[in-house]
């Protein structure tokens, strides 16, 4: 069988987990490259092998096949270039070619087919959007969705370890009754929500609701899908929640026929039996692969409407582990011949 | 100036809190009358004067004008009636009477009148209906609201003073990697979000759900008005927040409108400069009486469409502020003597 050498760029929150999920995945490696663009030095252990952390230099994409990236959208224009112009096939996790038309933005569960025709660059969706889009695609397909209105509450570990600490400590310190230090966001994040994640853009909305809207669209290739989103932050490790409220142009079957239509979705897990106070949470989700639906019942406000809690671990569905499921298509299908 | 015998049942987180803005309200107090159904004996001081809380029993309403209730729904069904056979008013801030034809349900910046027909006993609304309805009453009145999609991020403080020490103990658990005890909700809710607020009903939806639904209809007036709601639990200690999407049947003017709009309605305050990224926030909120609205942004996917953020303490705003001012309109319309 084909072996293909491999460069995951970032040893960050999501880098890590994409080496992690990696380990384990059905993608042959005959060589791990694990780079970064500052403290290097670091040695992984990975399928058995010692591999040392390298700083990113000319010439290390050299003989390299796939590259996974998860290092953020400056190191991605400046190293995806550089990458395909040697050859390899870039699965970036940032958001900086998610809208350009020229590249596929793949969920494998969702739309496996964009990524056939890629130019040697595919991007990795937003957490928040692949969570939603993952439950929502079965229900697009029969009932085809008109509208969505979703509130989410987002785990930290999204902008990356230092939030992780910085919920810890000021967490402690609150407890402690000590002074609290803010650093990462811009307002204290423990006990607290912030209705703010990313920048703020002209028309009101942060760039975090916008991608829910775009990514959506480009995702379902369905121009007239309307997403009114509201993204905010809450004082939570890991794993996302999001409130989702969904209409639909055809009508909607009973509730239980629309778990049975959930229940053998890829990707999805159903938990959804409130008189048993069961339902997705999101301690409970970290670690996991599927997305979990929960708290399913009808809108009654509109004629084909449906409410649910949806929650997924936003480093690896959201992002380290669809990137490996990205490349994993593409050995399976062979799409990933350097071109 | 007439001054009225005032007695407050409950010395639970609500209760605590009603002593505390009744001592500070308009209402001319004679003599307070602090009780509880059990652990009796404390001294809490009010305007100079030390009173000892005391055991509810036989007779003790008796000369007393008004009675605060904040013991829950089982302790209201019981003592109203005897409160009002002795000709006291009563403000019950539990659910018991609240969707009673008979039972007024008042917020006074939004249904004031409701309150000058009262039979002796008047209900305060739910917390979370309360901060929903108080920003939304201007655009009510003038653009006609239709629908409202919402999506609640509710404090531990509304389930009372065992709720606050167990998020407290949880995260301290957690941090210092001990195992995390779970007695006061079904689970773990420090770190994490429950997408679960009082019993479920059959319909799915839960009772504190349903209770944004009736109660918003009762308050306005107006059983055409469409709510879709979801209440979820999140580790903050107090006050809650809500992302709140609205369809009007009018035209919306441009957001600056809007805000000057809800910059003068009573009991509002605007936070929304995202430039500065200024927003309503739950930590900022403890011990304040407004309802403050930001993130307000046009929902694009619909004709008339608005989102917006909107916090309160709702231990205040949400629950003893109201009741007490509900108090104060009796005062001061003349709808307080005794019948």
Redesign the interface.
């Known amino acids: 069988m084909k072996e293909y050498k491999v460069a995951v760029v970032g040893m960050g929150a999501v880098g890590t987990e994409m080496v992690k999920i990696l380990e384990k995945s059905r993608v042959p490696v005959s060589e791990l490259v694990p780079l970064v663009r500052s403290r290097d030095g670091k040695v992984i252990e990975f399928r058995g092998k010692s591999y040392v952390v390298k700083k990113v230099s000319p010439g290390v994409f050299q003989g390299v096949d796939l590259v996974l990236m998860a290092a953020g959208g400056e190191a991605a224009q400046q190293l995806a270039p550089l990458a395909r112009q040697e050859g390899a096939v870039v699965i970036d996790n940032s958001s900086a070619f998610r809208m350009d038309p020229e590249v596929p933005l793949v969920i494998p569960e969702v739309n496996p087919e964009a990524a056939r025709n890629h130019r040697g660059l595919i991007a990795n969706p937003n957490c928040s959007t692949t969570q939603m889009l993952v439950p929502l695609k079965p229900l697009h397909d029969l009932f085809k969705i008109k ?1 969505i ?1 979703v ?1 989410t ?1 987002q785990a930290v570990s999204g902008t990356g370890r230092e939030a992780i600490e910085e ?2 400590n000021q ?2 310190a609150y ?1 402690e009754g000590q002074e609290i230090e803010v650093n990462v966001y ?3 994040i423990a ?6 994640i990313d920048v ?1 853009l002209d ?3 942060t760039k975090e609701e916008m991608k829910m809207v775009n990514e959506t669209r480009k995702i379902f290739e369905d121009d007239q899908i ?3 989103p ?1 993204a ?1 932050r ?4 890991n794993c996302h ?1 999001e ?1 989702i ?1 969904i209409e639909t142009e055809r009508a909607l079957p009973e ?1 239980e026929e629309i778990k049975n239509i959930l229940a053998t979705a890829p990707g999805v897990k159903v938990i959804d039996d ?2 048993d ?1 069961l ?5 409970n989700c970290s670690g996991t692969d599927d997305v979990f639906v ?9 004629s084909n ?1 449906l ?1 649910m ?1 949806v929650v997924a671990d936003n480093l690896r569905k959201g992002a380290a582990l669809n990137a490996v499921q990205i490349a994993e298509l593409l050995v399976e299908k062979g799409w990933l011949e350097r071109k």
Chains 1, 2 share one sequence.
């Open positions: 509208r209105v509130s509450y919920l810890q967490s402690k407890l811009p307002h204290q006990f607290n929500v912030l209705p703010h703020f028309n009101g909305y309307l997403v009114s509201t905010a809450v004082p939570v490790l929640s409130a409220n509730i409130v008189q106070k339902y997705p949470l999101a301690v929960g708290r399913l019942r009808k809108d009654f406000t509109v409407g409410n809690w």
